[in-house]
């Protein structure tokens, strides 16, 4: 008998297939694992299938110590069209950095995509959607966007802890983002008398200051009670 000698097959471009197999005359291996394989000599038929393209097959002659190779981007992906559904019109799709207005025709290669609905005064509305058919549904319910106001305070002396509606905002001065609407503010601060002040945001963007000054709190054992000790004495 003649002993054959080798070479080798490279397998190219086949990273856009999912779930992929490569079947070489009678074995099948993962195309995961098959970027490079030592064959004997001879002559191959290779058929690649996967979950997102169409069937491809091709021959290849392996010649002993020399590289032989397969260029799988020939390989069709199959697509699908993606529905977009929303309860508000006038919206923007965008898919993995690329934007669609609403009513666009939406075909992708089969996969997994970050979808992202939006609309100017609403909340984005951001999920993913799998293309593994001819047609495919993504349906967004857009919220909308809270109106805000600004409230700055400004305290003497400076550092008190703000409250608003009883949440801690951090040490004056301070800009605080509000909903529309009346909001209680608390100024506190070790040594002082609290404070509280009611603030009203009309209006979106509408910007109210409070200037809150302090007042120490007076210990009930100064003043007139070293006073009346000094006289018994």
Known sequence: ?????????????????????????DSQISLSNA???????????????????EPY??????????????DLSVIQIKSGLLNVTANVSDYTVTIDGTAYKDGDSILLNYGK???TVSKEDYLDFTGSVTIN????????????RPKTGTVNIQTTPGG?????????KGQSPQNIEVSLGSHKVEIKMDG????????TIANEGDTVKS????????SPYSGGTATTEAAAQ
């Open 160 to 168: 008190a802890k703000v409250y608003v509606d009883g949440t801690f």
């Open 113 to 115: 995509y970050s979808v």
């Open 211 to 218: 200037q809150i000054t302090l007042t120490p709190v007076v």
């Open 57 to 70: 097959s091709t021959e290849v002659m392996v010649k002993p110590s020399e590289v032989a190779s397969v």
């Open 1 to 25: 008998t003649i002993e054959k000698s080798h070479g080798s097959l490279e397998i190219h471009n086949g990273e856009q297939i999912q779930d992929g197999v490569i079947k070489l005359n």
């Open 192 to 199: 002082y008398i609290t404070e509280s002040r009611d603030v």
């Open 35 to 53: 970027k490079s394989m030592n064959l004997t000599e001879g002559r191959y038929k290779i058929e690649v299938t996967g979950s997102n393209c």
């Open 133 to 144: 058919e001819d047609i495919n549904t993504f349906s967004a319910k857009l919220e909308e």
